[in-house]
């Protein structure tokens, strides 16, 4: 199976839009979204819509969550804030509905998806866990590897004879042993904060065992437009380039 992994597209419909491309050119099988689909972008609702539209199963992120438990809205700066405000009048109510009933982690066969932090948390970052914690996440885990977003950034976290190796991950092929245990940070879609500006996920080749790190052009100075023009924060945009 190929499987497409993907993260944090916040609204930024013409880099989802050329992953998608990819995605099929690549003839990925399944596709996986894990979260934070919303805040930051100026297009919510058509992302939403293109995520239905190709039955891409998905997990809640920080952004949904902050639909529906309005406490949470304390823990983000208030650019994120004020993003996440505008993007939710953006939305129609059937997006919200369907945002609110999405579960915080997913899995499937030997995988588990979530958003920040396995095994189910969506505000976790992984930069947060100590090298302690991780061994415990690893030894309590079933699953040969978990994949993460939240961080907009590309990290591979191995876990072998009860060592936790930590490892970037840039564009191309990366093999996998199957006698190990991976967390996975898979990157943004809409916004990466890793130096390179292009949309970043993951296809993975359960047959043989690798893991390829995709990095898709898109037209930035597009969105960047589109983000002023809807009243969303600058520095959203900026943070494009």
Same mark, same amino acid.
């Given at each position: 199976?190929?499987?497409?992994?993907?993260?944090?597209?916040?609204?930024?419909?013409?880099?989802?839009?050329?992953?998608?491309?990819?995605?099929e050119d690549l003839?990925?099988?399944?596709?996986?979204?894990?979260?934070?689909?919303?805040?930051?972008?100026?297009?919510?609702?058509?992302?939403?819509?293109?995520?239905?539209?190709?039955?891409?199963?998905?997990?809640?992120?920080?952004?949904?969550?902050?639909?529906?438990?309005?406490?949470?809205?304390?823990?983000f700066n208030p650019?994120?804030?004020?993003?996440?405000?505008?993007?939710?009048?953006?939305?129609?109510?059937?997006?919200?509905?369907?945002?609110?009933?999405?579960?915080?982690?997913?899995?499937?066969?030997?995988?588990?998806? =979530?958003?920040?932090? *396995?095994? #189910?948390?969506? /505000?976790? @970052?992984?930069?947060? %866990?100590?090298?302690?914690?991780?061994?415990?996440?690893?030894?309590?885990?079933?699953?040969?590897?978990?994949?993460?977003?939240?961080?907009?950034?590309?990290?591979?976290?191995?876990?072998?004879?009860?060592?936790?190796?930590?490892?970037?991950?840039?564009?191309?092929?990366?093999?996998?042993?199957?006698?190990?245990?991976?967390?996975?940070?898979?990157?943004?879609?809409?916004?990466?904060?890793?130096?390179?500006?292009?949309?970043?996920?993951?296809i993975l080749d359960?047959?043989?065992?690798?893991?390829? =790190?995709?990095?898709? *052009?898109? #037209?930035?100075? /597009?969105? @960047?437009?589109?983000? %002023?023009?809807?009243?969303?924060?600058?520095?959203?945009?900026?943070?494009?380039?």
């Amino acid at each position: 199976m190929r499987l497409a992994i993907l993260s944090d597209i916040h609204g930024n419909l013409d880099a989802f839009k050329n992953v998608l491309k990819d995605m099929e050119d690549l003839k990925a099988d399944r596709a996986v979204c894990l979260g934070d689909m919303i805040g930051y972008g100026p297009q919510p609702e058509e992302s939403i819509k293109l995520i239905r539209e190709h039955s891409i199963s998905c997990v809640k992120g920080n952004h949904e969550m902050a639909l529906t438990e309005p406490l949470l809205q304390r823990w983000f700066n208030p650019a994120a804030l004020e993003s996440i405000n505008k993007s939710i009048t953006m939305l129609s109510n059937k997006s919200i509905s369907y945002l609110s009933q999405l579960q915080s982690s997913l899995v499937i066969d030997k995988f588990r998806f =979530v958003h920040g932090c *396995p095994p #189910d948390s969506y /505000l976790l @970052y992984l930069f947060q %866990i100590s090298e302690n914690k991780l061994k415990r996440i690893f030894q309590e885990s079933g699953e040969w590897i978990s994949f993460v977003g939240h961080t907009h950034d590309l990290r591979l976290i191995t876990f072998m004879k009860q060592s936790v190796i930590y490892k970037p991950l840039h564009h191309g092929i990366v093999h996998l042993d199957p006698e190990a245990k991976y967390i996975i940070n898979i990157g943004s879609v809409g916004q990466p904060r890793d130096g390179n500006n292009t949309a970043k996920y993951v296809i993975l080749d359960t047959n043989a065992c690798t893991l390829d =790190v995709r990095y898709v *052009p898109y #037209d930035v100075s /597009l969105v @960047y437009n589109k983000i %002023i023009a809807a009243g969303l924060p600058r520095v959203h945009a900026e943070r494009l380039l």
